[in-house]
């Protein structure tokens, strides 16, 4: 009799373990930690500051512990936080930029460009530059 509550007592245990953190839906850009109020990614490691300047965070993806409340500081805001509320195109990641093919500008990760301009490609910024595009304003990515 003991052994069946036991274990809906354990099974109800780890279902509310795995439901404190929600998934990371597929149009997140590779990395995202988290989903900010105002529909922007970021992929910081921790929600202390995330989503600094984007009405605090949404939903959470990570598996930090951090308090979610938004940090009014802009100093704060990680770069990696996109500021505009368009959509990140899927693709991206580590090593690649976002090259806006009528424009023949690239935007690096973290940019408020990458991934959002209506005409785009993912591609690394030796074969961008290797194509005639050159980078926003001048700024080579890190």
């Known amino acids: 009799m003991k052994t069946p509550f036991l274990s809906m ?3 109800a245990c780890l279902l509310a373990a795995t439901s404190g953190y929600a998934q990371v839906p597929a149009s997140a850009p590779a990395g995202s930690t988290g989903l900010c109020k105002d529909g922007t990614f970021y992929s910081g490691a921790s929600k202390k500051g995330a989503c600094a300047g984007h009405k605090g965070v949404k939903t959470w993806y990570g598996a930090s512990g951090a ?3 938004p940090v009014a500081a802009a100093s704060a805001v990680a770069p990696t936080v996109a500021s505009s509320a368009k959509p990140t195109a899927a693709g991206g ?3 690649q930029v976002w090259v806006n093919t009528s424009t ?3 935007h690096c990760s973290g940019d408020k460009y990458y991934g959002k301009t209506k005409n785009g490609a993912y591609m690394t910024e030796a074969n961008a530059k290797a194509k005639g595009f050159h ?3 001048g700024k080579t990515c890190q």
């Open 9 to 11: 007592a354990v099974a």
């Open 93 to 95: 990641g580590l090593g």
């Open 67 to 69: 308090a979610s409340a």
């Open 104 to 106: 023949k500008v690239y």
């Open 135 to 137: 980078a926003d304003h």
